[in-house]
């Protein structure tokens, strides 16, 4: 995995992780329950630290050095270094089965919830931790073992000059009309309309972070712990799984699936040789660079809601990335902890990647200046049942977090295999139902 793909990839995991599949089984267990508690004095914190990150470009140009002098001249006597894991999950699930894991990192997506006390910290109290969005993510038992990164709100990243001159100056405000635009695009330009990015495989996760947008509703994936035939008509899914289908079922996608490339696709959509992907908004800032080296502007870059509205306003779900974390076994856990809060709320990153930042008190980031300026209305989706339907995904293997189940209705879609929507999410619906009742959700 290269280092650009690794950065799409900060944003991509923000939803994998959710619904992590396998837990980990490591022996790195031992928990003392002692809190990594903010230190009172940042000028008696000492010790080294070293900082696991996927963000191998961060790491090898120089720029998390950067932060940590900055990091520095507030705790001076703490020494930080990092170590950039190209393959994050693999590599860290591995390591956590020894004490040596570093003393921040990210949490693994294959660690189950239930298990963060044996390999973290905790931070503190729900309560404490209140200032934070997404803090329920990591809660066990009224303690919190994380805090995000940042977060990210889902939707459609898109070429305006190509829209515009296919004759669609607004936001679609239906399933139909995205497709009707989608149509008009194909008709009247010569770019490819959408672009699914199914060889690559996980974009096509960013759809399940839509949960939630079809009713403007937080508790979207929490609903999903038991036997609710989660694809049944008119639901959440059925209604953005379906929007998927029939872009691919009206060919107005890319001729052949089997080609597509992350890297080559930046540099198309800011061509404007596509118009338009799924993807979360963590994607605008590289969209906008890539529209800047193909001669245009950043923006020539737009960001629009999915195609459904509750109450005559469009929804966007913002949603966790990685949540970080400090280890069980750090002997500096002091340092660790001043390094986490320092970084979530005074290294200005989140600003910086316009993203979301963690911090609920802070602005939304200029990225999402559209979604603001338009009423978009923004809610932080609860993952408190987070576990029960890891559970349900695992037991039915269809996999909400892996990209296996779209590729396959998008070869459905296609018809390079057999069946029909319908059908399609019957077997869906079968399947996790049947699994809810099997682990007893």
């Known amino acids: 995995m290269g280092n650009k793909k690794t950065t799409a990839l900060s944003g991509a995991v923000l939803a994998a992780a959710m619904l992590a599949l396998s837990a980990c089984s490591g022996g790195g267990g031992g928990a003392t329950g002692e809190v990594a508690a903010p230190p ?25 050095e950067k932060y940590a002098a900055e990091f520095n001249k507030v705790y001076p006597k703490v020494k930080v270094t990092f170590d950039g894991i190209t393959d994050y999950e693999g590599e860290v699930k591995i390591r956590m089965n020894t004490k040596a894991y570093g003393d921040v990192l990210f949490i693994p997506g294959a660690v189950a919830k239930n298990d963060y006390p044996k390999f973290f910290a905790p931070l503190g109290t729900t309560a404490e931790l209140a200032k ?57 330009t010569g770019a490819t309309p959408y672009y699914t990015n199914f060889k690559d495989g996980w974009p096509l996760v960013q759809w399940t972070s839509n949960l939630g947008v079809v009713g403007c509703d937080a508790q979207a994936s929490n609903a999903l712990a038991g036997a609710v035939s989660p694809w049944k008509a ?54 906008q660079d ?36 400090v280890s069980v076994h750090s002997k500096n856990k002091p340092a660790a902890r001043a390094w986490v809060d320092w970084f979530t709320e005074k290294s200005g990153f989140a600003e910086k990647e316009g993203v979301v930042s963690a911090v609920k008190s802070a602005p939304m980031p200029a990225t999402l200046k559209e979604f603001v300026d338009n009423d ?30 779209r590729q396959k209705l998008i070869d459905t879609a296609r018809g390079a295999a057999k069946g029909t929507r319908e059908d399609f999410f019957a077997d869906l619906d079968k399947r996790w139902d049947e699994a809810a009742k099997t682990v007893g959700s």
């Open 132 to 188: 934070y969005r997404f803090s329920d993510k990591a809660e066990v038992d009224g303690k919190v073992y994380g805090i995000a990164q940042f977060g990210t709100a889902n939707g459609f990243v898109y070429n305006r000059k190509v829209w515009q001159q296919a004759g669609v100056t607004e936001w679609p405000k239906t399933p139909d009309e995205f497709l009707a635009g989608l149509k008009a695009i194909k008709d009247k």
């Open 234 to 287: 008119g639901s959440e899914l059925n209604t953005t799984d379906g929007l998927l289908y029939d872009i691919v079922k009206q060919g107005l996608s890319e001729k052949d699936p089997s080609t597509t490339n992350w890297e080559a696709s930046k540099t198309l959509l800011g061509e404007g040789k596509i118009a338009t992907m799924m993807l979360g908004s963590w994607s605008i800032t590289q969209m």
């Open 40 to 64: 009172s004095d940042p000028k008696e914190v000492s010790g080294e630290i070293k900082v696991l990150t996927q963000r191998t470009d961060l790491a090898q140009n120089g720029t998390l």
């Open 376 to 405: 978009v209305r923004l809610f932080d989706r609860s993952e408190t049942k987070t576990a029960a339907v890891n559970d349900i995904d695992e037991a039915s293997e269809i996999g909400l977090n892996k990209q296996d189940y």
């Open 290 to 325: 890539a529209a800047k080296k193909a001669g245009g502007s950043a923006a020539d870059i737009g960001f629009m809601p999915f195609p459904v509205q509750k109450g005559g306003e469009h929804c966007a779900a913002l949603v966790s990335d990685y949540q970080q974390a």
